[in-house]
C-alpha cells in the first residue's frame, strides 16, 4: 500500500501539479534507473524541493528514496511524523549528533537507511533559505559520502522554488522552476 501512495503520489499528482500548476521543469532522471542506490545532493530554499526531487524519481524506485528531514521539525507530534514517514518517505533525524547513542546519532540514522538499500535525498544547508541564496553547507553530508564512497552520489540544483513557496510563506505561487 505505501508503494503504490508513493508511486501515484510523487509519479502522478505531484509531477502535474509541480509542471502545470507551479511551473517546474524536470531534467532526465534516466540515469537513476541505473544505479542501485544513490545519494541526492541538493540545495534547500523551499518546501518544494523534497517534493520536486521525488517527483523526478523514476516510479518504480520512488519507495526506496528517503529524504532527509529535522525531527525536530517534521516529527514533533506522532501524527505529524507518521504522516511524513507516510507520505514523504521521510527519514527522521535529530540535528544533533549523539555518538554514544545510535538511534539518535543523525549520521548513524543515515548509514542505517543507506545499509538497508534506500537512497537519501540530502539538503547540505541543513534548512531553507532565502530565495536563491546558497548557504554554508552542513559537514554531515560530507561525513556520510565518506563513509559510503561505493554509494553512487547525484548532485542536484532547483532553481526557482524558492520564489514559489518562500520560507516563513504558506501560500504556492506560480514562478518558473527548474531542476
Do not use: C
Request: no cysteine; charged share 20%.
Amino acid at each position: 500500500m505505501h508503494k503504490i501512495t508513493l508511486r501515484l503520489l510523487y509519479s502522478v499528482i505531484s509531477r502535474f501539479f509541480l509542471k502545470l500548476i507551479v511551473g517546474v521543469q524536470f531534467g532526465p532522471a534516466r540515469a537513476l534507473k541505473s544505479v542501485p542506490q544513490f545519494i541526492v545532493v541538493a540545495n534547500h530554499n523551499s518546501h518544494l524541493d523534497t517534493m520536486t526531487l521525488m517527483a523526478a524519481m523514476p516510479s518504480a524506485i520512488v519507495h526506496k528514496v528517503r529524504p532527509v528531514a529535522a525531527a525536530d521539525h517534521f516529527g514533533k507530534r506522532r501524527f505529524q511524523a507518521w504522516a511524513t514517514r507516510f507520505f514523504v518517505n521521510a527519514l527522521l533525524i535529530p540535528r544533533k549528533r549523539n555518538i554514544e547513542d545510535a538511534t539518535k546519532d543523525p549520521i548513524s540514522l543515515m548509514l542505517a537507511a543507506l545499509d538497508a538499500g534506500d537512497s537519501l535525498i540530502l539538503f547540505p544547508e541543513g534548512t531553507r533559505g532565502e530565495p536563491e541564496i546558497t548557504q554554508r553547507f552542513k559537514k554531515g553530508v560530507g561525513i556520510v559520502l565518506a563513509q559510503r564512497p561505493h554509494i553512487h552520489y547525484v548532485p542536484a540544483f532547483m532553481s526557482g522554488l524558492g520564489m514559489s513557496l518562500p520560507k516563513g510563506d504558506n501560500l504556492i505561487l506560480p514562478h518558473p522552476g527548474k531542476l
